[in-house]
């Protein structure tokens, strides 16, 4: 089972409209959840953080994160073309000093 | 701009090749990250630093792959008798994965 899984496809969306992104991890006793935008050729970014159950908001994006259920999602609300980017979802593992990355959601945002 | 500088920015090397990158924080931060991401695929945790003492080393991370913090400074991560599955992007983060640097990327020809 992979630490970090990001299962869904390239996802295409109109511009205005909201994007959603999943992501699911094994370890149980992870306390820390990250998103990172990543554009082609370039380093990733990290834009959201969230550390307790429930919904962080930060401008148009919102993290959500249910521990129980053990996975992550982040929502792009009002989708933009400069949107268009892989998304990767990161986990800090307990007892770990290192992030375990997804392998990354792309967004295509269509103008 | 995080003020994590990598050097150099790209690399194509022959393989047997030896290579060097280097990685510059904006300050001495006292903990550094590497992680490898190949195309496609999510960054690979190699090693970390705190200060100039590497505390954390994957299994990735075979012998022929060496990392050196000298001083708690900049970081050096080296490669040698390179291979085509070494092909990559090389990133650095300091003092967090909050903030990586632009990475090296590395194509072993």
């Known amino acids: 089972q992979k630490e970090v899984e990001q299962n869904s496809g390239p996802l295409s969306v109109p511009e205005g409209a909201i994007a959603s992104l999943n992501c699911t991890y094994s370890?149980?006793?992870?306390?820390?959840f990250f998103w990172y935008r990543q554009y082609s050729g370039k380093s990733p970014e990290l834009i959201m953080s969230i550390y307790s159950n429930g919904d962080k908001e930060d401008g148009r994006f919102t993290a959500q994160l249910n521990k129980a259920s053990q996975y992550v999602s982040l929502l792009i609300r009002d989708s933009q073309p400069s949107d268009s980017a892989t998304y990767l979802c990161a986990v800090s593992l307990y007892g770990n000093n290192r992030l375990a990355f997804g392998k990354g959601n792309q967004v295509v945002v269509i103008p | 701009d995080t003020g994590v500088s990598q050097d150099p920015r790209h690399k194509i090397t022959k393989r047997g090749q030896n290579v060097t990158f280097r990685c510059d924080p904006i300050s001495e931060h006292n903990r550094l990250y590497w992680y490898r991401q190949t195309l496609g695929q999510g960054p690979e945790f190699l090693t970390y630093?705190?200060?100039?003492?590497?505390?954390?080393k994957s299994r990735l991370l075979s012998d022929r792959f060496s990392a050196e913090r000298p001083k708690g400074s900049f970081s050096t991560l080296e490669i040698q008798r390179t291979e085509q599955g070494d092909s990559a992007m090389y990133l650095c983060?300091?003092?967090?994965?909050?903030?990586f640097g632009q990475g090296t990327r590395l194509t072993v020809v």
């Open positions: 630093f705190q200060n100039e003492a590497q505390l954390e």
């Open positions: 370890d149980r006793g992870s306390q820390s």
């Open positions: 983060a300091s003092p967090t994965e909050a903030f």
